[in-house]
């Protein structure tokens, strides 16, 4: 079946403009997560939802990145007023979750954000 | 300090050689992932190890898991280019397995 797709694959933008990027899941999962992944920094964990609740938000860097997933399925991830430092690939990834375990997750292509 | 240690940060081989990724943690290990990444795309999921001294294999890619070490290691056999990429591991922390940490990677080249 079709996997994790992103969209937009790039987005440049300039600072303080606010972007959406999104994620559709693959069927059936779940769990969707959202990372960030930028030089020197790794693969960094921003939120996760189940079903359309998020019960960990702790990875959101600060208050101008909000997320949301509406109908258990898809998900954006909105940063508001953009800086130069928000620059990275952001990468989602579901999961199907069985009996309180989740299991492996998988990544979509990623969308390559570019703030000047 | 970084939680998740893999060494090297980076690898080129000849093709047709064996080679080892090892991923070392400052924490316990709950649960290990190993996933692949090549520039541009998203992370291909490879293997997961959850039981100390766990082995897998997957055509010619093998994990093991030394939990007393807290120690992970990726190995590959008779390389090909096709395997050349970033490896990631990531690490499952206790109380919360859908939240992964990860390593930042180990680039490995693969000249034919």
């Known amino acids: 079946g079709a996997g994790v797709s992103q969209s937009p694959s790039n987005k440049v933008t300039e600072k303080g403009k606010d972007v959406e990027l999104r994620c559709d899941p693959i069927?059936?999962?779940?769990?969707l997560y959202w990372y960030r992944q930028s030089l020197g920094q790794g693969l960094e964990f921003l939120i996760y939802f189940q079903g359309n609740s998020a019960p960990d938000k702790s990875g959101l860097p600060s208050d101008r990145f909000s997320a949301e997933r509406t109908g258990g399925s898809v998900s954006t991830l909105t940063i508001q007023r953009t800086q130069q430092e928000d620059s990275a690939v952001y990468l989602c990834a579901s999961s199907l979750v069985m009996g309180g375990r989740y299991y492996e997750q998988y990544f979509g292509p990623g969308t390559r954000l570019t703030v000047t | 300090s970084q939680e998740l240690e893999q060494s090297p940060q980076s690898l080129i081989v000849q093709e047709g050689k064996n080679l080892t990724i090892n991923c070392t943690s400052s924490?316990?290990?709950?649960?290990l992932y190993w996933y692949k990444q090549k520039y541009g795309e998203g992370l291909i999921f490879l293997m997961m190890?959850?039981?100390?001294?766990e082995e897998k294999s997957h055509e010619k890619i093998t994990a093991k898991l030394d939990e007393k070490k807290q120690q992970s290691s990726l190995h590959i056999t008779a390389s090909q280019p096709s395997h050349a990429g970033i490896y990631l591991c990531?690490?499952?922390?206790?109380?919360?397995?859908?939240?992964?940490?990860f390593g930042k990677g180990t680039l490995l080249t693969v000249n034919p």
């Open positions: 990531g690490a499952e922390r206790g109380g919360s397995n859908y939240k992964l940490t």
């Open positions: 190890l959850q039981k100390g001294g």
């Open positions: 069927s059936g999962h779940t769990a």
């Open positions: 924490k316990t290990l709950y649960g």
